[in-house]
């Protein structure tokens, strides 16, 4: 399977900018970028890689709608690191989520955002005048942008699946170089509940997941 060669579309702004429809909240991670980070997927992603990892978020339908200031404060209240942004597809609902990015930021946490379009996708929206396209980007730190393609499988560089996506230091608040984050240790996290239900963080080929779920149930 190759890199699409069609530029994707970001969907016009179909969601109200008042709510993000937001799939699952963890309060506390270091498997979904540098240090101790908040993880926020949202629900709906028109990309759709082939092979993602979270297909159960593509479809618009499903996800709680939360007004951005509230999220924000959840948050902050977190009290760690900085915000992850995952999906499902963040661009997807750029305006409620960069007043979330916005409202972390000025708590003086760092923000993530990882993305399935390639960075060069945003620039032209923003040119040709997404500013809910550019308020996201102006309130991310680091960029994870491109898509997951299933034939260039990443073992090397954390939180990211295939060889092709980006990372795209966009001010200096998360410290070190792109090289230095590239030598930060890959994490994977099984979370089990009481119910028994679990939850997996971080980023894991199905071979390996399909393994570790097995001597999980052993």
Partial sequence: MSEPSETALIPPVG???????????????????????????????????????????????????????????????????????????????????????????????SVMTFTGYRQEELSRAVDAGRDDVAALLDATDLLVAGPFIADRIDRVRPWVGSTNQEFVLLTDRIAGSVEELWATPDRLEILVGASGRIEVNGWATPDVLDQLLTDLDA
Avoid: K, M, Y
């Fill in 15 to 109: 969601r109200s900018p008042d709510l993000v429809w937001l799939a699952r909240f963890l309060a506390s991670t270091r498997a979904e970028g540098p240090g101790e980070r908040t993880a926020v997927w949202v629900q709906g992603c028109a990309i759709r890689c082939a092979g993602c990892f979270n297909p159960h978020l593509w479809s618009t339908r499903g996800g709680e709608p939360l007004p951005p200031d509230e999220l924000a404060a959840r948050v902050v209240d977190a009290g760690t690191d900085g915000l992850t942004l995952l999906g499902g597809e963040p661009f997807d609902q750029a305006a409620a989520l960069s007043r979330v990015a916005a409202g972390v930021r000025a708590a003086g946490r």
